[in-house]
């Protein structure tokens, strides 16, 4: 596949629309599958290095040894702000095969297919063989396609999660994607959860060849 770097244009709209909406610690923990019940799991994987891609609000520093977070939205808690995983891949900051996990929980739904390929392969150079990596995704409904947004958004189905593994060739699937709900925003932000309207993901577990 061409490898399409994320437009300007689209990083600027996402950096925006999280800086003027923080994703708010609350809905985090709405998340059935990639929230507070990851956190046994992440440390008892004793990595010595762990990179949260779009970690927001920083949910799992202090309670996940080793972890980095970064976002491309100006969130103070993250440990590198204001730089999206292009940028930060693009500066250096981290080798390549230096974690032994990495996690992008959300952050991969921006972009046309190609930006996000782009994006994910880049994340995945980061981890190390035999290392594991976390993602999730939110699967299109029509809820969520009849919301605007400024920018591009890709509509995850399932079929798209066995695609991009083929096409990033140097992963496997640890197992089947696992569905999880999660509370959707008041009035489509990003802050208090509304708990009566819930959204479908998937989240999947890659090991780096």
């Avoid at 003027?20 to 290095?49: C, F, G, M, V």
């Avoid at 959707?184 to 780096?208: C, F, T």
Wanted: hydrophobic residues 35%; negative net charge; glycine residues 8%.
């Amino acid at each position: 596949m061409k490898r399409t770097m994320m437009t300007k244009k689209t990083i600027d709209h996402v950096k925006d629309h999280f800086n003027e909406h923080p994703y708010s610690r609350d809905r985090w923990a709405t998340h059935t599958q990639s929230s507070d019940n990851l956190i046994d799991w992440l440390n008892d994987k004793n990595a010595s290095l762990i990179i949260d891609c779009g970690c927001g609000t920083n949910p799992y520093k202090g309670k996940v040894k080793n972890l980095i977070g970064i976002d491309a939205a100006d969130y103070p808690e993250a440990d590198i702000s204001g730089m999206g995983v292009e940028e930060v891949y693009e500066a250096g900051i981290f080798q390549d095969g230096c974690a032994d996990i990495v996690m992008a929980l959300g952050s991969i739904n921006f972009g046309s297919w190609e930006e996000v390929y782009n994006m994910v392969h880049k994340l995945t150079r980061w981890c190390k063989s035999g290392g594991t990596i976390v993602l999730r995704a939110r699967l299109a409904d029509q809820t969520f396609l009849g919301s605007p947004k400024p920018y591009a958004q890709h509509h995850w189905v399932m079929e798209d999660i066995r695609k991009l593994t083929r096409e990033i060739g140097d992963v496997e699937m640890v197992c089947e994607p696992i569905m999880e709900q999660a509370a959707g925003g008041l009035k489509e932000s990003h802050g208090s959860p509304d708990l009566d309207r819930s959204i479908n993901l998937a989240v999947w577990y890659w090991r780096k060849k």
